[in-house]
Nanobody, 124 residues
Framework: QLQLVESGGGLVQPGGSLRLSCTAS????????IGWFRQAPGKEREGVSC????????NYGDSVKGRFTISRDNAKNTVYLQMNSLKPEDTAIYYC?????????????????WGQGTQVTVSS
């Protein structure tokens, strides 16, 4: 059974950093593009970043460009999201999702398998 588990969320002060992890079980990640999405209370789900199956191509949402970095370690079946210079508006539940394709797109409709999410709160 395909399963994704996010970890690494928490409470951080503005300007701080967090690294989220998305670990797969029941399948190997190396044939899947992986995306990170987030949803804040009362807002629509937003595409944050995605990475191709090989890791050679990445996409970022405009609101996180220059601050967040996505990477993957297929040997560990894990994708990471390094978040720096965090802002209060980054507060949301962060989800990872898998797309059985080589290339990635920042569209939640293209991802069929989702994790349960991890809460990120940026507050002083």
């Amino acid at each position: 059974q395909l399963q994704l588990v996010e970890s690494g969320g928490g409470l951080v002060q503005p300007g701080g950093s967090l690294r989220l992890s998305c670990t797969a079980s029941g399948f190997t990640l190396d044939t899947y593009a992986i995306g990170w999405f987030r949803q804040a209370p009362g807002k629509e789900r937003e595409g944050v970043s995605c990475i191709s199956s090989s890791g050679s191509r990445t996409n970022y949402g405009d609101s996180v460009k220059g601050r967040f970095t996505i990477s993957r370690d297929n040997a560990k079946n894990t994708v990471y999201l390094q978040m720096n210079s965090l802002k209060p508006e980054d507060t949301a539940i962060y989800y990872c999702a898998a797309r059985p394709a080589r290339l990635c797109v920042l569209s939640s409709a293209d991802f069929g398998s989702w994790g349960q999410g991890t809460q990120v709160t940026v507050s002083s």
